[in-house]
């Protein structure tokens, strides 16, 4: 199994809500990436974990709060985002990034959020 | 990392080789060569990589120039499914921890029937 499911696949919410993304891989893969894509534009990094531990984060603003709970659970908390948040957020898995040998980041296929 | 240059966009016929290019002139010793396609609303997806030998598997070829300082991803028998942007990177592969992809802009590959 080399799937990365995320949810919700829409979510459309305020600038007053809090929500939170989900992302679930089963692969066994111990590092865990955000990333952020906005329309017509390449994908960007948001933020890194490994081994359950935030390893990178990209200057991402506070209003959006990584979490992992566990080796196999991503989530990304929204809190007072702007519209110009609108995009489509992509987790992936790889796995471990520790080691030399070939490593391929899977992705799950996205939510896409709208800000209002 | 060594930044990349692609075309924008190509168009191949079905069922011909589509042949994409990359240009990675300050590539080091060290990085190897990254192919990713993102079809149109899905994440993206690996195809292969290269760090100086070709290299083949069921998606693609892959060949990097002796130099190192180019490389084609080669699609032998291109299907309207591969119409997607596909994305060309160089990245380290070390053991000094996970890290992220960094994509550029791609090249968006249409597929004509």
Redesign the interface.
């Known amino acids: 199994d080399t799937e990365v499911t995320q949810t919700p696949k829409h979510l459309v919410m305020g600038m007053t809500n809090k929500k939170s993304l989900k992302c679930e891989q089963h692969m066994g893969h111990r590092a865990m990436y955000w990333y952020k894509q906005k329309a017509k534009k390449p994908p960007e990094l948001m933020f890194v974990y490994s081994y359950e531990k935030l390893s990178i984060n990209e200057s991402v603003p506070s209003r959006f709060s990584p979490e992992c709970p566990n080796s196999s659970l991503l989530n990304l908390h929204l809190h007072a985002l702007q519209p110009e948040d609108s995009a489509l957020y992509l987790c992936a898995s790889s796995q471990d990034g520790q080691t030399s040998v070939k490593e391929t980041q899977y992705f799950g296929p996205g939510t896409r959020l709208l800000v209002l | 990392d060594a930044k990349t240059t692609q075309p924008p966009s190509m168009d191949c016929a079905e069922g011909r080789a589509a042949n994409l290019p990359c240009n990675h002139s300050t590539i080091s010793g060290n990085e190897y060569v990254y192919w990713y396609r ?1 079809i149109h ?6 195809i292969i ?1 290269g760090l100086k030998n070709n290299e083949t598997n069921e998606m693609a070829s892959l060949i990097i120039t002796e130099d190192r300082k180019s490389s084609t991803l080669i699609l032998p028998h291109a299907t309207l499914r591969d119409t997607a ?1 596909y ?1 060309c990177i160089v990245r380290v ?3 000094g ?10 090249t968006h590959l249409i597929i004509q029937p």
Not at chain 2, 41 to 46: E, I, L, N, R, T
Not at chain 2, 97 to 106: I, P, Q, S
């Open positions: 993102q609303s899905q994440g993206p997806q690996y990589h942007v994305y592969r070390s053991g921890g996970a890290d992220g992809l960094t994509f550029g802009k791609g």
